[in-house]
């Protein structure tokens, strides 16, 4: 095993979420027990998985159920410094175009909401380099909350209208389900899977206070977009301790290494 260490990070790497990891860590929602499942079924070993771009570990924390070993890595140290530890879970800070593992050691490759950021075909030489034969790599995003009609209509004004000058240009990959983004190997189609979660009004700020474009709109006009709208979404809402359903439909897309 690989003990937690600090590889050094390339320059290039845009980091925009080091400033706030603990609110990554307390209000990103978790992803959907059966995916794991899905994912370790199409698995051919269960030896070493790679969580690549884990932030504080969300993906990395349902791997290791299925796996030996998880090695979870980010280009940004306090996102590691906030990640949940789990005994079979070895933390770096490492670029994923360029990491200290040994060729053909890598059972199966996860990228969880971040592949966008990467250097796409520098990332598939480096899976290609690392994974085993027959290895798999499987990469997901998550697009637009949905939680009620009204309260979406608000959300949508803040995403499309008050933010949309403050997206990083890498969103409209998220945006299209990662539908452009060339993945090398062989396809496997998974069924569909979405994210859900019962928030109360606390939880939804918090998630949308780690949106980069919320983060950046706060530093560039040093008010809080948020904050502009909380007495409408709180009319919206109602109690604040109320419970709603909150959905986020997953793209997800595997790969199979051929050799």
């Avoid at 290039?12 to 307390?26: E, I, L």
């Avoid at 990640?83 to 670029?95: D, H, N, P, Q, S």
């Avoid at 997901?140 to 009620?148: A, G």
Wanted: with cysteine; proline share 6%.
């Amino acid at each position: 095993m690989i003990a937690d260490q600090v590889i050094g990070v390339q320059t290039g790497f845009k980091d925009h979420f080091s400033a706030n990891p603990d609110g990554y860590s307390r209000y990103r929602p978790v992803y959907p027990p059966e995916l794991f499942t899905y994912l370790a079924s199409v698995s051919p070993g269960h030896t070493r998985a790679w969580d690549c771009a884990t932030g504080t570990g969300q993906a990395a924390l349902g791997l290791i159920d299925y796996f030996s070993e998880v090695i979870a890595t980010d280009a940004s140290r306090p996102q590691i410094d906030q990640a949940t530890r789990k005994e079979g879970i070895t933390y770096l800070v490492t670029r994923a175009e360029n990491t200290p593992f040994a060729a053909h050691t890598i059972d199966m490759i996860t990228v969880a909401q971040a592949l966008h950021w990467f250097d796409i075909d520098a990332f598939s030489k480096e899976a290609g380099r690392v994974l085993k034969p027959r290895g798999i790599l499987a990469v997901w995003s998550y697009n637009r909350l949905q939680i009620r009609e009204d309260i979406d209509q608000l959300l949508r004004h803040l995403y499309g209208t008050i933010l949309a000058r403050y997206w990083p240009e890498e969103r409209r990959w998220v945006e299209d389900g990662y539908a452009g983004i060339a993945l090398p190997f062989a396809e496997i189609r998974p069924p569909p899977f979405e994210m859900k979660a019962e928030w109360d009004l606390e939880q939804l700020t918090g998630y949308l206070d780690t949106w980069s474009a919320v983060r950046a709109y706060h530093r560039g006009k040093g008010v809080h977009p948020v904050a502009m709208l909380a007495d409408e979404l709180s009319k919206l809402w109602g109690n604040p301790e109320q419970r709603l359903t909150v959905q986020w439909p997953l793209s997800v897309k595997i790969r199979s290494k051929n050799t």
